[in-house]
């Protein structure tokens, strides 16, 4: 039985008129949907190993703990939460072609640790080639954008090209009535296989452009768990205390994280090329705690992935099988980390989007972004979804005797769900509650 990760990213830009009402597109060309990708010329490209150094693999999972740590901060303790670096960078990535200025430089920092778009490009383009290219677990990455077909705005071509080329995005005009919410909902859906069927209910007169990311994995576990590794009835302590029973997995690994206030483990899907990743923090040490002083400290989330420890003993774990929902609205928490310029309505300069169709001026600046988060690990494999809508407003050798290391996630845990080429992380998150 095939197990299902899925991504989805929504990047929906709504634009706003400044001084002057929206136009109704009642009238206009109904519900048709116009796909004018042919008309879009991409330019060639190409990347090698070099795209994706250690230096840039550093700073994406530098920005991945450190998006992680922020959500912590901004939702407190306690929580179940989820959150999908991959995703919003893929959002981002396709959105820092249409930014300017101080806007790009603040997105870049904080998105995608001080790479610069001129290199966020290839680097997205090389990991989902990498991603599609795996024989023994299926992905689809897919990505659109979608304009308001008024006549008022125009894409920029140069954005729509960039968007094309290293995106391999569809470029689709529409009328952004109900049939387009239809259309989008519908796209979302064929995309993601299933798993995710819709990401609108509607469009409000400011929305003139949607910019979508969506990823979907297949994968199985590479060693399948046996009868006799399903342990039902255990006990796991949640954060305020109370105890939950659960169905426990237990399983024997290669190899282990040390993190120095925490150990963790990585169990491998088919093929070897991604990977779950549990991380228990030592006694005492709240997940907030734990991923504070990994943000802190400087570990590098990714090369402890790239580069786990041994032991002559076995690493004996056990995980439980679990399912957890989140939502979050990011705007503070990404306000929060430096990135205030691009929700400026005065100073953001997103101008590369769009641009009028005649004479006259506007601003364009993000009005919010909301992550939503699904994922169930079980006995078969993982199954993992991710929303994530930003918008966008607009005025115009050791003994024989050493004992076995033991893993048990019974008590609050991180986890990841990691592409081993890279050690970053798909999917990042922790348990606090069962």
Known sequence: MKKRIIAALLAGIMMAGCGQEAV???????????????????????YTE??????????????????????LEEEGEGKNILV??????MAFGMLENGARGETLSQIETVINGGVPVQQMNPIMYAMADHFESSEDVKWNVANSVWARNDGTLQIVPEF????????????????FDEGTVRDINGWVNDETRGMIDSIINDISDETVMYLINAMAFEG???????????????????FDGSSSEVTMLRSTEASYLDFGNGLGFIRPYKGGDYSFVGILPDEGVTVNDFIASLSENGTDFSEAVRNPRYHDADIIVMMPEFSSEYSLEMSDVLKGMGMELPFSRTEADLSGLL??????????????????????????GTRAAAVTAIGVDTCSAVPDFTPPIYITLDRPYVYAIVDNATGLPVFLGCVNQL
Do not use: C
């Not at 994706?52 to 700073?59: K, M, P, R």
């Not at 576990?221 to 302590?237: A, H, K, P, S």
């Not at 601003?363 to 690990?377: L, N």
């Open 84 to 89: 999908s670096p991959t995703s919003v960078m």
């Open 50 to 71: 070099n795209d994706l150094n250690e230096e840039w693999i550093s700073a994406l999972s530098g920005s991945s703990v450190s998006i992680f740590e922020n959500v």
């Open 355 to 380: 641009r009028p169709a005649g004479d006259g001026d506007f601003d364009i600046w993000i009005s919010k972004v909301i992550h939503k988060t699904f994922i169930e690990v079980n006995r078969e």
């Open 24 to 46: 109704s597109q009642s009238g206009l060309i109904d519900s048709e949907t116009v796909n004018i990708s042919e008309s879009v010329k991409p330019f060639e490209v190409s």
């Open 220 to 238: 199985e576990w590479l060693n399948e768990y046996e009868t006799e590794d399903i342990i039902e009835e255990f006990t796991f302590t949640n």
């Open 160 to 175: 729509a090209q960039a968007a094309k080329s290293w995106y391999d995005a569809d470029v689709w005009m529409a009328a």
